[in-house]
C-alpha cells in the first residue's frame, strides 16, 4: 500500500528542487572521458560505432607527425573537410616554411595560427570535449600522443529547409519559418534583430541526448530577473535526453496541473524577435522549429503576428473575433443546456416553440445530449488530425454531413443541438495557439455538467472557478491574466483586446520590468 | 508576504462595500425616509470616509499591522483579544448570513425546485478558492468581477426606464429632512462592514508616503462611485414602482430584472443579471471568511487548511439556520444595526481618539 501512494505521489507531484526524469544509467565511457585526451582513447571509445570514420594521415613537418581525424559519416560536410583540411595539410601546404617548423610540441598552434584557414577552429584538452564535439558533427584532429586536439566545424547534413510553418500561416506578413537546425534558427532571428544587445546563451541539455539549446533575450530590455529564473529553472532539468521542446515545457512552468498553457511557442522568426523586443525571453532547441517564448499570458494566446502587420482598424476586428469566438467555444453547449432545462423563460415564445419542436421524439435530456455529440465531435477530431490530409478530409465530412444528418433522423439528437456543437467546433478553430484550443475542449465538459444540474447558476460556479485559477496562475513571475487583472491601463488599451496604430505603441507592454522605455513604435 | 496595489484596494473596497447592498437597499431606505430615501444613500455610505481615514492614518503611524495588531499595542493583550472574539464572531456570523442570501436569492428567483443546499456549496466553493488563492488573487478578482456588476446594474437600469413614471419623483422634501437621516443611519452599516474589512486587510497594504496619499483617495473614490450607483438604484425603484411597493419587494432589483424586454427577443433576463451579482456575494462572503481568518491568526494564531475548512463548516451551518427571505433579511439587518454599526465605530474611533493622544503627549 504504502509503495502505491509513493508512486502515486511521485506521479502527481512535482519535484520542488533538481527534476530528474529517467536519468541515464553510469557507463564505462563515464570514466573513460575523465581520463587524460588522447586520439587513441577516443578511438577505443568510439570504435564500436559503423558511422564514426577513422583518418589517418601524416604531416611532413620538423619532424614527421601522425595523425588521426575522427568525424561522424553523415554529419560533416566531406567537400569542405577534403578541399580545406586533409588536401591543404596533406598536399598543397608541404614545403610550407611554417609547417617545415612544426614538431608534436608546436603543430597544433602553426596548424590553427597558419595552416588551415577555417573560422570554426579550436584547440581542446578534455576528453569530454572532444567526444562531445564529433558527435555533435564536428571535425577534430589528433597529433601523435599529444594531449590536445583541434576542433575543426565542418558540419554538414540533410535537414529541412526554411519553409512556412503549417501551424502558424498568415496570409500578411513574411513566410519563412524556423527549421529543426538550431543554428538556421539562431540566424533567422540575427537576421531580424541586428543589435548588439540581442543575447543567445548555448546549453546542453540531456545526459545521452546532449541536446544543443540555446536562450536568447534582449539585454536591458529582457528583466534579468526572468533571463536568471529561465537559466534556473533549466538547470535544474535532469533526464537523459530532449527530444522536443515539450519535454522543457513541462519542467520549467510554473503550474504543471493547469489545463491552460503558461509557456507560448511560435515556429516563426517574425514571432520570436517581435516577443523579445516586448522583453520576453526566447528557448530554442536543436532538433525542433518550435521555440518556446516565456513568460506567456493569457490574451497573447489569442493574439495573432498578423495583428501588427495588418491595419489598425481590421486587427481589431479579427481580435474581436477571435475573442468572441473563444467564448462562444466555452460557453455555447453549457448554456444551450442550462437555457432549455432551467431558464425557457429568457428565450421568446416562438423560438421557444421551435426549439421544443425540434427536441420532440429526442430520447436523452439535453446534457447527455450534448456530452454525447461533444464526445462524438473529439473523436473526429482527433480521428482526422493524424489521417493524411485527404482522408482527415473525408473523416470531417462523414462525421459532419452523414452521422450529423443520420443522427438528426433517426431522432437522436435534436437539429438545435447540432448547430450547437458544429458552432463550437468552430468556434474553438477561431483560437489561433493549439494549447489554448485543447485546454478551451477540457474545460467545457465540467461546464456542461454544472449546466445541466444547477443552470445558469452552475455556469456561474463553473466560470468563475476557471476565472479563480486563472487570476491564481503566473508565468515566470509575470500574472497569467495581466494587464486585466492586476490592471494595466496602458498596456491593455494599447496592446490587448484592441491593437492601437502603430504611432501610437508608444511603450512596451508593462508586463514585467522592463528597463529601457521603447523609443517609438513597438520594436 | 503578498501586496496588494493602491488602485486593487480601491476596487476591491467598492466591491466589498457594494457587495448586494443594491438588492435590498431601495426597501430598506424607502421604508424610512418613504420618496426621499435616494437622498439618504450617498450620505450613509459616506459615513464610512472619516472612519477610513482614520484606520488608513492608524495605518501611517503603525505601518504592517492590522487592527486586531494595533489594538493589543494600543489597548494592551487581555482587551485586544476580547476585541478580537467579538471581531471573529460578528464578522463570521454576518459572513454566514450571506452565504445564506446566495440561496435565497436564486430559489426565490429564478430556481425554486433546486435543493437551497447546493446554491450554498456553490458559493463556499467559490469562496474557498478564493480564500486558498490568497488576498492577491482576492483583489484580481474584484478588478474583474466589479466592472462587471457595475455593467450588469447599468444595464438592468438603462433597460427598465421605458417604465419610469414621472410622476413618482415629486414631492420632493414632502415630510423634511428628518427621514434622509433615519435613511442614512440604516445605509451607514454596509459602510462599517467595509471598515471591519479594511481594518483587517491592512498587512497587505503599501505604506509610502505616496501610496498612502493613493489610499485615502481610492477610499474617496470606492464610497462615491458605489453611493451614486445605489442611489440610482433607489431611485429607478422609486419611480417605477413608487414608493409603497418599493417597500414590500425586498429584492424590487431583481423584479425589475424580470421585467426587462429586449425587442421581443430576450425577456427576464434577471438570471444573466444575477450571474453577476452573484459575483459580488462571492466577493463580499469571501470578504468575511478572510476577516475571520485574520482575526484568528492575530488572536489565537490559528491558521492553515484545517481553520479554513472549520470557518467554511460553520459559514454552512449557519447558512442553512437562517433559511429563506423575511428571517433572513431581519436577521442581516439585526447584525447590522446593532453589531457591526456600534461595534465598528466604538472600536475605530477609540483606537485613533487613543493613538492621536498618545502621539500628542509624546508617549510611544
Known amino acids: ?523 | 508576504m503578498e501586496r496588494i496595489s493602491s488602485h486593487q484596494f480601491m476596487v476591491l473596497g467598492a466591491a466589498v462595500l457594494m457587495g448586494t447592498t443594491f438588492l435590498p437597499i431601495a426597501s430598506m431606505v424607502t421604508g424610512v425616509a418613504s420618496r426621499d430615501g435616494w437622498m439618504s444613500v450617498l450620505p450613509g455610505f459616506a459615513v464610512g470616509i472619516p472612519y477610513s481615514l482614520m484606520v488608513i492614518s492608524l495605518l501611517e503611524q503603525y505601518p504592517q499591522k492590522n487592527l486586531l495588531q494595533i489594538s493589543e499595542i494600543l489597548l494592551g493583550k487581555w482587551i485586544c483579544k476580547i476585541i478580537g472574539i467579538v471581531y471573529i464572531l460578528i464578522t463570521g456570523y454576518f459572513g454566514g448570513l450571506l452565504l445564506g442570501q446566495v440561496g435565497d436569492i436564486y430559489q426565490s428567483s429564478i430556481m425554486p425546485l433546486t435543493p437551497i443546499g447546493m446554491f450554498y456549496l456553490g458559493g463556499i466553493l467559490l469562496v474557498f478558492c478564493l480564500i486558498r488563492s490568497g488576498i492577491e488573487v482576492f483583489a484580481r478578482f474584484s478588478e474583474i468581477i466589479f466592472p462587471l456588476i457595475v455593467i450588469a446594474l447599468v444595464l438592468n437600469m438603462g433597460l427598465s426606464m421605458p417604465r419610469i413614471e414621472q410622476g413618482e419623483f415629486l414631492p420632493i422634501l414632502s415630510e423634511g429632512i428628518k427621514p434622509i437621516i433615519w435613511g442614512g443611519l440604516k445605509v451607514a452599516p454596509f459602510a462599517m462592514e467595509y471598515i471591519l474589512f479594511i481594518a483587517g486587510i491592512l498587512t497587505f497594504l503599501p505604506t509610502g508616503k505616496r501610496e498612502l496619499a493613493q489610499l485615502k483617495r481610492g477610499v474617496w473614490q470606492a464610497v462615491f462611485w458605489v453611493g451614486f450607483l445605489n442611489t440610482l438604484v433607489v431611485l429607478i425603484q422609486i419611480l417605477i414602482f413608487g414608493p409603497g411597493e418599493t417597500v414590500s419587494l425586498v429584492y424590487g432589483l431583481l423584479v425589475l430584472g424580470k421585467m426587462v424586454e429586449i425587442s421581443r427577443t430576450f425577456a427576464g433576463v434577471e438570471s444573466l443579471f444575477l450571474g453577476a451579482w452573484f459575483g459580488a456575494l462571492v466577493i463580499k462572503v469571501s470578504a468575511f471568511f478572510f476577516t475571520v481568518n485574520w482575526g484568528l491568526e492575530t488572536v489565537f494564531n490559528l491558521k492553515g487548511l484545517k481553520w479554513n475548512l472549520g470557518v467554511g463548516v460553520v459559514f454552512m451551518g449557519i447558512a442553512f439556520k437562517f433559511k429563506r427571505g423575511p428571517v433572513l433579511v431581519m436577521e442581516i439587518g439585526f447584525v447590522d444595526n446593532y453589531l457591526i454599526l456600534p461595534f465598528a465605530s466604538v472600536w475605530i474611533l477609540t483606537l485613533w481618539g487613543i493613538s492621536r493622544w498618545k502621539k500628542v503627549a509624546g508617549i510611544s
Open chain 1, 1 to 523: 500500500m504504502r509503495s502505491w501512494l509513493k508512486m502515486i505521489k511521485e506521479l502527481t507531484i512535482r519535484p520542488k528542487g533538481e527534476r530528474k526524469v529517467r536519468k541515464s544509467p553510469s557507463y564505462s565511457i563515464d570514466e573513460d572521458l575523465k581520463k587524460p585526451l588522447s586520439g587513441q582513447t577516443v578511438k577505443e571509445i568510439l570504435s564500436k560505432s559503423s558511422d564514426i570514420v577513422f583518418r589517418e594521415f601524416f604531416l611532413q613537418g620538423k619532424e614527421r607527425i601522425p595523425c588521426l581525424l575522427i568525424v561522424v559519416d553523415g554529419l560533416v560536410d566531406k567537400n569542405l573537410l577534403d578541399e580545406f583540411v586533409l588536401k591543404p595539410l596533406m598536399v598543397e601546404l608541404v614545403g610550407h616554411p611554417e609547417l617545415a617548423k612544426a614538431t608534436l610540441s608546436n603543430v597544433i598552434d602553426i596548424t590553427i595560427q597558419s595552416l588551415l584557414p577555417g573560422v570554426e577552429i579550436k584547440k581542446i584538452s578534455e576528453m569530454k570535449d572532444a567526444v562531445s564535439s564529433i558527435l555533435s558533427g564536428d571535425s577534430v584532429i589528433f597529433f601523435g600522443d599529444s594531449s590536445e586536439a583541434i576542433v575543426i566545424g565542418a558540419r554538414g547534413w540533410a535537414h529541412r529547409g526554411v519553409n512556412e510553418p503549417i501551424a502558424e500561416s498568415i496570409v500578411k506578413g513574411p513566410h519563412e519559418g524556423f527549421a529543426e537546425t538550431l543554428r538556421i534558427n539562431t540566424s533567422l532571428l540575427r537576421r531580424k534583430i541586428k543589435h548588439p544587445s540581442l543575447r543567445i546563451i548555448s546549453l546542453k541539455l540531456g545526459d545521452m541526448s546532449n541536446t544543443d539549446l540555446v536562450v536568447t533575450y534582449i539585454e536591458k530590455i529582457a528583466s534579468p530577473d526572468i533571463v536568471s529564473e529561465v537559466l534556473k529553472r533549466l538547470a535544474k532539468i535532469k533526464m537523459d535526453s530532449v527530444i522536443d521542446v515539450g519535454y522543457i515545457e513541462e519542467m520549467i512552468e510554473d503550474n504543471p496541473y493547469s489545463p491552460f498553457p503558461q509557456i507560448a511557442y511560435t515556429e516563426r522568426p517574425d514571432v520570436l524577435a517581435g516577443k523579445l523586443l516586448e522583453g520576453k525571453v526566447g528557448i530554442i532547441v536543436d532538433g525542433t522549429p518550435i521555440v518556446l517564448v516565456v513568460p506567456a499570458i493569457l490574451t497573447q494566446f489569442l493574439n495573432v503576428n498578423e495583428d501588427y502587420y495588418q491595419r489598425a482598424m481590421t486587427a481589431i476586428l479579427s481580435r474581436f473575433v477571435r475573442y468572441v469566438g473563444a467564448f462562444v467555444a466555452v460557453v455555447a453547449p453549457s448554456v444551450y443546456i442550462a437555457v432549455t432545462t432551467f431558464h425557457q423563460e429568457i428565450i421568446p415564445t416562438d423560438l421557444l416553440m421551435s426549439i421544443s419542436a425540434g427536441r420532440q421524439g429526442v430520447p436523452f435530456p439535453a446534457l447527455l445530449e450534448a456530452i454525447t455529440m461533444t464526445v462524438v465531435l473529439e473523436i473526429l477530431q482527433e480521428a482526422g488530425l493524424r489521417l493524411p490530409k485527404p482522408i482527415g478530409q473525408t473523416i470531417g465530412i462523414v462525421g459532419a454531413l452523414i452521422i450529423g444528418d443520420a443522427a438528426v433522423n433517426a431522432g437522436l439528437v435534436s437539429p438545435l443541438m447540432v448547430i450547437i456543437i458544429g458552432l463550437t467546433a468552430v468556434a474553438s478553430y477561431a483560437i489561433p495557439y493549439y494549447d489554448l484550443s485543447l485546454a478551451v475542449r477540457l474545460i467545457r465538459f465540467p461546464l456542461m455538467i454544472l449546466a445541466g444540474i444547477l443552470g445558469f447558476f452552475g455556469v456561474a460556479v463553473g466560470l468563475y472557478a476557471i476565472m479563480i485559477h486563472l487570476l491564481g496562475l503566473r508565468s515566470f513571475g509575470v500574472p497569467y491574466t495581466s494587464p486585466i487583472a492586476p490592471l494595466r491601463i496602458r498596456a491593455l488599451l494599447q496592446d490587448t483586446f484592441v491593437r492601437a496604430p502603430w504611432w501610437a505603441l508608444k511603450s512596451r507592454p508593462q508586463l514585467m520590468d522592463v528597463e529601457e522605455p521603447r523609443p517609438n513604435g513597438k520594436g
